[in-house]
C-alpha cells in the first residue's frame, strides 16, 4: 500500500498551492493522514495531520493560519490547501496514513504507509 503526494511545483512568496495525497490499494477512511516536509539536513518534520473523523487537526506553528488540512473520503484523498507561501516552506513534502498516529513532543508517531514525496518550492 502506497500514499501519493502530488500539487508541488515553484511559486511566489506569498503565493498557493494544494497539496493532493491519494491512496493506492486501500481506503483512507479510518485512517489518521499528516504531511511531514523535509530540506536536506534537516529532520522531517509534521506539518499538519488530521484525524479519521477530520476533527481538531494539528498544525506546526510555524504554519497557522496559513495551511488548511482537509480530507474528502469519497475521493480516497487528502488535501493540504498552502496559502501565504514563504521561501521557509521550500521542501519536499510527504504523506503518511497511520490508524493511530500520536504526537509526543514534536514527533509524530505510528504513521504505517507514505511513499514520494512532492518538491514545493518558494522563490522569487
Known amino acids: 500500500f502506497q500514499l501519493q503526494a502530488s500539487g508541488g511545483g515553484m511559486v511566489q512568496p506569498g503565493g498557493s498551492l494544494r497539496l493532493s495525497c491519494a491512496a493506492d490499494?486501500?481506503?483512507?477512511?479510518?485512517?489518521?493522514v499528516g504531511w511531514f516536509r523535509q530540506t536536506p539536513g534537516k529532520e522531517r518534520e509534521g506539518v499538519s495531520v488530521?484525524?479519521?473523523?477530520?476533527?481538531?487537526?494539528y498544525y506546526e506553528d510555524s504554519v497557522k493560519g496559513r495551511f488548511t488540512i482537509s480530507r474528502d473520503n469519497a475521493k480516497n484523498t487528502v488535501y493540504l490547501q498552502m496559502n501565504s507561501l514563504n521561501p521557509a516552506d521550500t521542501a519536499v513534502y510527504y504523506c503518511?496514513?497511520?490508524?493511530?498516529?500520536?504526537?509526543?513532543?514534536?514527533?509524530?508517531?505510528?504513521?504505517?504507509?507514505g511513499g514520494k514525496g512532492t518538491l514545493v518550492t518558494v522563490s522569487s
Open positions: 503518511a496514513a497511520g490508524a493511530h498516529p500520536t504526537i509526543v513532543g514534536s514527533t509524530w508517531y505510528g504513521m504505517e504507509y
Open positions: 490499494g486501500f481506503s483512507l477512511e479510518g485512517y489518521g
Open positions: 488530521i484525524n479519521s473523523g477530520g476533527d481538531s487537526p
